[in-house]
DNA sequence: CTTTTATGTAAAGCAAGATTGACTATCATC
DNA sequence: GATGATAGTCAATCTTGCTTTACATAAAAG
């Protein structure tokens, strides 16, 4: 799964460690998530919905399609 | 997370071995999530929602809204 | 030059997701 | 009554998400 955290958190001038803040993780989770080490569970890919006002589907990416 | 699974599940007219070769995980891995015993991965997620034709945030519902 | 802020990364460990295998109960049908 | 398909659940195991602690780098600010 690829994601575009990055680029939302930079378009809100947000640091890994205020993000992480709002997400109730810690700042390593959200470089971890960032750097693609490993995919958020389902429930906090759903508060990053929330925090980026955008659909899961939006921020995050299926990078193999169904066949 | 709650999740309408069993529901979507039992329109298609499935059964959970099926659903479970389409997601290409085990049948308790679909009886566990159904019965609310765990949430999916994120990755799982996609696979169910891809099945159903849904969007994620149609499948699976959120419990704790932001305060 | 020193301090702060933001970021990358690594080790170690806990908790949760996900697995297989086995056993049970129910229902339909042959 | 025996058989097969569906579903619930438990134990044991393995993987992965997430944590804390810690250390390193680079850039910006004092």
């Given amino acids: 799964m690829k994601n575009r955290l ?17 997400l109730g993780v810690s700042r390593q989770s959200v470089n971890a998530i ?3 080490k490993y995919d958020p569970s389902l429930p906090l890919a759903f508060r990053i ?10 921020i995050f990416l299926r990078e193999e ?3």
């Avoid at 980026?52 to 589907?57: A, K, R």
């Fill in 65 to 67: 399609p169904s066949s």
């Fill in 6 to 22: 990055r680029v939302l958190r930079a378009e809100h001038g947000w640091s890994q460690q205020a993000l992480a803040d709002k």
């Fill in 49 to 58: 919905s929330e925090c980026f006002g955008l659909p899961i589907e939006d």
């Fill in 34 to 36: 960032e750097t693609g």
